[in-house]
């Protein structure tokens, strides 16, 4: 198993990689298409929302062990640079670069891109990504896109195995009502194994809940072991106590005021004391503000671009999280670089 977000910018041919590397199933402001080979089953998660909603790209980025980000042969464009940024805030995550609709270009454009992708990327998380030119019109690059993304997936498969023995943890994206069977919600275990049966809470609003069955891919199976997409029908609990980026779970922090070890992207504007911000937390977000700031130890009104500092920061609403968690700090109006900072609790 392994999950797989198809992010980048605008018009880059992301639906059409997408259609080409699976079958679509669960459709929202991301888009499911999933894909069987042998006993794995590969998720692939289309970002529909993106560029107009950073959301859309922050859920698919953490519901998936890999990133395609797809670079159109024309050229590198401040979106791409947005969805840079986002995954090295979020930081050690697996992906390619997808350098897509390679028909319309050619070799020599092709390799000069891939010079400039190394460029932008060096400092960062991404710096020993590949780029791969695919065409979806001639297939061309498709075969060898899709041995690349096995290989990373059999790397994710080893790393969620050592998380197998872990207290277990779904984090639910989608969440419905079915006639005859009771709530289904679907999601990723992000941790531990889960059984049929097994009690959770749901958090952060600590409702109960039993799995009553559990299906991978419309199969039934007794447990999920970390990093499964799973679909759960639930004992206990209404589809409607549920929202995006809820976690069920036995143990789970609750909190609506956090203290974050902040990097500031080099590229944001300043992060300022009062400020109205965007947390995301996993798939939760919520506006929140920033009640206070220090750098090197010292109270500050300001942390810079590029900088690291630690904040105080208020939620409006409660947040479910345990502490190894990332977090990120976005300005929604901001017209070219949403991101402000990648978090970690303090
Ligand atoms: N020539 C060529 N055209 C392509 C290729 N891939 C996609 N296209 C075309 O490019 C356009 C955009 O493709 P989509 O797959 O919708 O791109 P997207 O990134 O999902 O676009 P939005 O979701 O609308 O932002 C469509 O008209 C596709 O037919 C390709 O490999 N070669
Ligand atoms: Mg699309």
């Known amino acids: 198993m392994a999950n797989v977000s198809i992010i980048g910018s605008e018009k880059s041919g992301r639906t059409s990689l997408a259609a080409k590397l699976g079958k679509k199933g669960t459709e929202s402001d991301i888009t499911l298409y999933n894909f069987v080979k042998g006993t794995d089953i590969y998720s692939f998660v289309d970002a529909i929302g993106y560029p107009s909603s950073i959301k859309s790209l922050i859920n698919a980025i953490n519901l998936s062990d890999i990133s395609l980000v797809c670079v159109p042969a024309t050229g590198l464009n401040s979106q791409v640079g947005e969805c840079i940024v986002a995954l090295d805030l979020l930081g050690n995550k697996r992906g390619i670069f997808v350098i897509t609709m390679s028909d319309k270009s050619n070799p020599m454009a092709l390799s000069e891109l891939t010079e400039k992708i190394k460029a932008i990327t060096k400092g960062t998380n991404l710096e020993k990504w590949e780029s791969v030119p695919v065409s979806t019109t001639t297939f061309e690059g498709l075969e060898t896109l ?118 500031l992207s080099k590229f944001t504007q300043p992060l300022g004391v009062g400020d109205t911000v965007h947390l995301f937390a996993g798939l939760q977000d919520m506006p929140a503000t920033i009640s206070s700031i220090s750098v090197g130890g010292k109270d500050a009104t300001q942390a810079q671009a590029g900088s690291e500092c630690t904040v105080v920061i208020a939620t409006q609403k409660d947040v479910a999280y345990n502490k190894n968690d990332r977090f990120l700090i976005a300005q929604l109006n901001n017209p070219k670089q949403r991101f402000v900072a990648g978090c970690a609790l303090a």
């Open 146 to 263: 899709k041995e690349k993304i096995f290989s990373l997936a059999d790397e994710a498969k080893k790393a969620n195995a050592a998380l197998n023995d872990l207290p277990p943890r779904i984090m639910v994206d989608h969440f419905f009502n079915v006639t005859g069977i009771g709530t289904v919600v679907l999601g990723v275990v992000m941790q531990g194994t889960i059984k049929v049966h097994d009690q959770f809470t749901l958090f952060p609003v600590k409702r109960p809940a039993e799995v009553r069955s559990i299906q991978s891919n419309d199969v039934d199976m007794k447990t999920a072991p970390a990093g499964t997409r799973v679909g759960l029908a639930l004992k206990g609990v209404q589809s409607k106590e549920f929202d995006r980026g809820y976690i069920l779970s036995k143990d789970e922090s609750v909190a609506s005021k956090f203290t974050l070890q902040c990097r």
